[in-house]
């Protein structure tokens, strides 16, 4: 047996137990939970135009009206949207504006520097991608609805 073939004997080991790890992790329930509460109140918004921007923008994270994309589906991508979805509710839900929402005051300033949205959620959402003329009216109308700290 030569050199060649013992590495194709050792790369398909290799790929059948990724396959099998792989087909494994399916089966962990974390990030299967993709729920839509319903929604309970929504900001005073300034505008149509605010709400629309923020709906594009913001609202995959930041409400109960999230679309779950394919990829949600399959782990471990399902756990990174899992994730992100849980923490991004949990700090500003513009669909449960009937609570205090801690980070509602940092809204501008996050989209401001460019935090939000942030930099791996835009190749696979380019409706998130948003002009300087858009960000600058959102800007504006978060500041005008939300305010600003």
Not at 20 to 45: K, M, S, T
Not at 70 to 90: E, F, I, K, N, T
Request: net charge positive; proline share 8%.
């Amino acid at each position: 047996m030569g050199p060649s073939h013992r590495w194709r004997r050792i790369a398909g080991w290799i790929l059948g137990i990724a396959a099998v790890l792989g087909l494994a992790i399916q089966f962990i329930p974390y990030g299967r939970r993709h729920d839509n509460p319903p929604v309970r109140r929504e900001p005073a918004w300034d505008s149509a135009r605010t709400r629309a921007l923020v709906r594009r923008a913001c609202f995959d994270c930041h409400s109960n009206e999230v679309r779950w994309p394919w990829y949600s589906h399959v782990a471990p991508m399902s756990w990174l949207v899992q994730r992100d979805v849980d923490r991004g509710r949990r700090e500003l839900n513009f669909s449960e504006w009937d609570r205090r929402q801690g980070k509602a005051d940092d809204a501008a300033e996050e989209v401001r520097e460019g935090r939000m949205p942030p930099w791996f959620y835009l190749p696979v959402h380019p409706e998130a991608r948003l002009s300087p003329a858009e960000k600058s009216d959102l800007l504006e109308g978060l500041r005008a609805t939300i305010g600003e700290d």
